[in-house]
T-cell receptor, first 118, second 112 residues
Framework: AQSVTQLDSQVPVFEEAPVELRCNYS??????LFWYVQYPNQGLQLLLK??????LVKGINGFEAEFNKSQTSFHLRKPSVHISDTAEYFC????????????????FGQGTILTVHP | EAGVAQSPRYKIIEKRQSVAFWCNPI?????LYWYQQILGQGPKLLIQ????????DSQLPKDRFSAERLKGVDSTLKIQPAKLEDSAVYLC??????????FGNGTRLTVT
């Protein structure tokens, strides 16, 4: 079984400041890791994913995340946030190839609401 | 490419009534998922289809929830009878072997 813990339920930050959203996971097998963003009244949009290879992955909108296997973490970072980054962010993990697909099914964390103030 | 389509966007019903949600996945995506997102929580998987077969429905409350994907394309999720705790956003997602999950905008259900 897998689980995901997002360590902060809300993160307020001022515009142009850096931000880090923390995510820890637990799993007994190798996993894929994802960050999704959800704007109000919309579905989830993929920000970035870690499948293998380099532990630093870059995504859309200037976000990046670093996979740390020893600490079972996958923290999301952005060096300078904008007002438009205000949204809820979800960390997710999937087991490799379960159910006949390459990505398996996702287990999500509770979400972190990022609020960017002017 | 066109995204995952869901309807309706909003639905308000009274408890003990029935309701159905519809999902049209991205063309060519063999895998389809239904997730339930309760306010303040992350999405929770209800059921996963591979083509028209069920891969995982271990978290689907089968006494009141049902889902089908008869022709391996569109899918419907039904709740009968609804309870107050079923109030949530129901998200449909689809994926292929070479793509991660793509989500629709969801159906927001309010049970009064």
């Amino acid at each position: 079984a897998q689980s995901v813990t997002q360590l902060d339920s809300q993160v307020p930050v001022f515009e142009e400041a850096p931000v880090e959203l923390r995510c820890n996971y637990s799993s007994s097998v190798s996993v894929y890791l994802f960050w999704y963003v959800q704007y109000p009244n919309q579905g989830l949009q993929l920000l970035l994913k870690y499948l293998s290879g380099s532990t630093l992955v870059k995504g859309i909108n200037g976000f990046e995340a670093e996979f740390n296997k020893s600490q079972t973490s996958f923290h999301l970072r952005k060096p300078s946030v904008h007002i438009s980054d205000t949204a809820e962010y979800f960390c997710a993990v999937s087991d490799l190839g379960a159910g006949g697909t390459s990505y398996g099914k996702l287990t999500f964390g509770q979400g972190t609401i990022l609020t960017v103030h002017p | 490419e066109a995204g995952v389509a869901q309807s309706p966007r909003y639905k308000i019903i009274e408890k003990r009534q029935s309701v159905a949600f519809w999902c049209n996945p991205i063309s060519g995506h063999a895998t389809l998922y239904w997730y339930q997102q309760i306010l303040g929580q992350g999405p929770k998987l209800l059921i996963q289809f591979q083509n028209n077969g069920v891969v995982d429905d271990s978290q689907l409350p089968k006494d009141r929830f049902s889902a089908e994907r008869l022709k391996g394309v569109d899918s419907t999720l039904k709740i009968q009878p609804a309870k107050l705790e079923d109030s949530a956003v129901y998200l449909c997602a689809s994926a292929s072997l070479n793509s991660p999950l793509h989500f629709g905008n969801g159906t927001r259900l309010t049970v009064t």
